[in-house]
């Protein structure tokens, strides 16, 4: 089983309407990230966050909104969806050591119309 | 703002080695330098990393320059499951934040 999951894995939907993406880990890991990924373009941090009580924006997190359910449980939510939110939307878990690895789950495309 | 210039594209021939170059200039003392790659429709992998020696795993190695300003990441034969896009990353703490910031990448193509 992959250790880092993602559902769902392809979402359309509409303009306006809410949307959540959930991420789940079985590492045991603290640290859990929300990435973007527009065509042709690298990654862009959405928000992260260190533990269960610590949730931090990153570069782009107007738009969105995030809750960390559990240590291995970190959602991702669009409150009303926009067209230029269509991405492809990647979770990831560290360890948190210095230098620390990430490992990022399968992706979820989403489309809003 | 990714910190790293790396080429847009490079061609290897399978079973040759691959030397992919990173510039990361302005680089701090403490920051470590990260590769990871991406697969057509897949989440993005770890390769790599290192602070200041160089580094071999069963991937890759990475050759860090002596003044950090530059490395190198070397596949030692490349082959058609290589072909990705290679993301070289300056891995900065500070202020509570540990963030890996993407860049472009260098889209790798493996000729058969």
């Known amino acids: 089983d992959a250790d880092v999951t993602q559902t769902p894995r392809n979402r359309i939907t509409k303009t306006g309407k809410r949307i959540m993406l959930e991420c789940s880990q079985t590492?045991?890991?603290?640290?859990m990230y929300w990435y973007r990924q527009d065509p042709g373009l690298g990654l862009r941090l959405i928000y992260y966050?260190?533990?269960?009580?610590?949730?931090n924006k990153g570069e782009i997190s107007d738009g969105y909104s995030v809750s960390r359910q559990a240590q291995a449980k970190f959602s991702l939510s669009l409150e009303s969806a926009i067209p230029n939110q269509t991405a492809l939307y990647f979770c990831a878990t560290s360890g948190g050591a210095r230098g620390d690895t990430q490992y990022f789950g399968p992706g979820t495309r989403l489309t809003v119309l | 703002d990714a910190k790293t210039t790396q080429p847009n594209s490079m061609e290897s021939n399978e079973e040759e080695p691959v030397h992919l170059p990173c510039n990361h200039s302005?680089?701090?003392?403490?920051?470590?330098i990260h590769w990871y790659r991406q697969l057509p429709s897949q989440g993005p992998e770890y390769v790599i990393h290192g602070l200041t020696s160089n580094v071999n795993n069963r991937m890759a190695s990475l050759a860090i320059a002596e003044d950090r300003k530059s490395s190198t990441l070397i596949l030692h034969r490349a082959t058609l499951r290589d072909a990705a896009v290679y993301y070289c990353i300056r891995w900065t703490s500070g202020a509570g934040s540990y963030q890996l910031t993407f860049g472009k990448g260098t889209k790798l193509s493996v000729i058969p």
């Open positions: 302005t680089i701090s003392g403490t920051d470590y």
């Open positions: 590492k045991g890991h603290d640290r």
């Open positions: 966050s260190f533990d269960v009580k610590d949730i």
